[in-house]
Nanobody, 117 residues
């Protein structure tokens, strides 16, 4: 079993920045990917960005340039730097840990990001 815990959400003014952190623990198998998804009120959960255990990153097109994902394989951690926050970035951000090639994935409980003046 794998436990996934996010941190770093909060209330931020438009134009501000935020850094989300996520750590996975337990029985970690490689290779894996870790990623961030978000779910705004009344909308479906959507992919934001992912990073694999080997460091390969991928982004949803709408966040390219403002969001930066990074991973630390030694710590089984992933981080999401969000710059120039917009009100439409308001959502619950979920961390996902996925074991590649084995169809196993684990979710964190989510962390709220609210962008408002």
């Amino acid at each position: 079993q794998v436990q996934v815990v996010e941190s770093g959400g909060g209330l931020v003014q438009p134009g501000g920045s935020l850094r989300l952190s996520c750590v996975a623990s337990g029985r970690i198998l490689r290779p894996y990917s870790m990623g961030w998804y978000r779910q705004a009120p009344g909308k479906q959960r959507e992919l934001v960005a992912t990073v694999t255990s080997s460091g390969t990153t991928a982004y949803e097109d709408s966040v390219k340039g403002r969001f930066t994902i990074s991973g630390d394989d030694a710590k089984i951690s992933v981080y999401l730097q969000i710059d120039t926050l917009k009100p439409e970035d308001t959502a619950v951000y979920y961390c996902n840990h996925r074991v590649l090639y084995r169809s196993r994935e684990y979710w964190g409980q989510g962390t709220q990001v609210t962008v408002s003046s």
